[in-house]
T-cell receptor, first 108, second 113 residues
Framework: QKEVEQNSGPLSVPEGAIASLNCTYS??????FFWYRQYSGKSPELIMS????GDKEDGRFTAQLNKASQYVSLLIRDSQPSDSATYLC????????FGAGTTVTVRA | EPEVTQTPSHQVTQMGQEVILRCVPI?????FYWYRQILGQKVEFLVS????????KSEIFDDQFSVERPDGSNFTLKIRSTKLEDSAMYFC???????????FGEGSRLTVL
């Protein structure tokens, strides 16, 4: 089982601030990475995928991948109360292996 | 928008009983998965299924568990003799390519008494 570690938080940010989430992984050969959001009692829903080194932006979300350092991060800009959820980092080695998640609370 | 559907949404059963959880994956997907999430814990891989056979299974997926695709649409997870520790949310997922994103169903909550 390939390991995915996340800073477990919880992370509390004021509305409008940037939330920064980090994830490290154990297998240098991993190629595909995903950020999912999970509201309490609900299923994971995809936010972004990233496959190449560098940044990938989608709306208020930016994913960053550094394969040399084996970390993936997610930035949430202009955080909204609706962003309050648990964020799951995952890598795909023909199945998704999830981290434990980081719980984010956005304070209004 | 196509989605993965799961039934039942919640099932309560007595320890030792058999349970079948059902999933209808997205119609043109080829790879199917079951995950579970015990309350407050991480999402854990159970099993993957492709071309009518198991591709990979985790240590959790012991002889008490089985999966089946009995027809062209359903994908089922059977727990033969439930234990208290099987109480969890079970998620079905599917994808069109095994290195891509997974699409999850809403989950089936299993409570074993």
């Amino acid at each position: 089982q390939k390991e995915v570690e996340q800073n477990s938080g919880p992370l509390s940010v004021p509305e409008g601030a940037i939330a920064s989430l980090n994830c490290t992984y154990s297998d240098r050969g991993s190629q595909s990475f995903f950020w999912y959001r999970q509201y309490s009692g609900k299923s994971p829903e995809l936010i972004m995928s990233i496959y190449s080194n560098g940044d990938k932006e989608d709306g208020r979300f930016t994913a960053q991948l550094n394969k040399a350092s084996q970390y993936v991060s997610l930035l949430i800009r202009d955080s909204q109360p609706s962003d309050s959820a648990t964020y799951l980092c995952a890598l795909n080695d023909y199945k998704l292996s999830f981290g434990a998640g980081t719980t984010v609370t956005v304070r209004a | 928008e196509p989605e993965v559907t799961q039934t039942p949404s919640h099932q309560v059963t007595q320890m030792g009983q058999e349970v079948i959880l059902r999933c209808v994956p997205i119609s043109n997907h080829l790879y199917f998965y079951w995950y579970r999430q015990i309350l407050g814990q991480k999402v854990e891989f159970l099993v993957s299924f492709y071309n009518n056979e198991i591709s990979e299974k985790s240590e959790i997926f012991d002889d008490q568990f089985s999966v089946e695709r009995p027809d062209g649409s359903n994908f089922t997870l059977k727990i033969r003799s439930t234990k208290l520790e099987d109480s969890a949310m079970y998620f079905c997922a599917s994808t069109g390519q095994n290195t891509g994103e997974l699409f999850f169903g809403e989950g089936s909550r299993l409570t074993v008494l």
